[in-house]
């Protein structure tokens, strides 16, 4: 069953390819990735070095989201939220 996804995500690539597809959607998308992958390695970072203070911020889609979108001042907001309203 794997071997049939990975003939068609290939089949599109190569149609996309041909057709002339714009190439900034995947540049977007990519770059998004990114964000949110060094968004929840920040999150880790940050709750491995908080231990002994008791700051724990979840690592999920949501805030990882925030981080990766608003940066150091969304995991600031985060923190604040997690130590005033919850």
Same mark, same amino acid.
């Given at each position: 069953m794997?071997?049939?996804v990975? @003939?068609?995500?290939?089949?599109l690539?190569?149609? +996309? +390819?041909?057709?002339? !597809?714009s190439i900034?959607? =995947?540049r977007f998308v990519g770059r998004?990735?990114?964000? =949110?992958?060094? !968004? !929840? @390695? =920040?999150?880790? @970072?940050?709750?491995s070095l908080t231990t002994m203070t008791g700051l =724990?911020?979840?690592i999920n889609l949501t805030t990882t !989201?925030?981080?990766a979108?608003?940066?150091l001042p969304g995991m600031l907001l985060l923190v604040a939220v997690q130590q005033l309203i919850l």
């Open positions: 794997g071997d049939w990975l @003939l068609l995500l290939g089949a690539v190569i149609l +996309l +390819l041909l057709v002339g !597809a900034k959607p =995947f998004l990735g990114v964000k =949110f992958i060094i !968004a !929840a @390695l =920040f999150l880790f @970072l940050f709750n =724990f911020v979840p !989201a925030v981080v979108l608003l940066g």
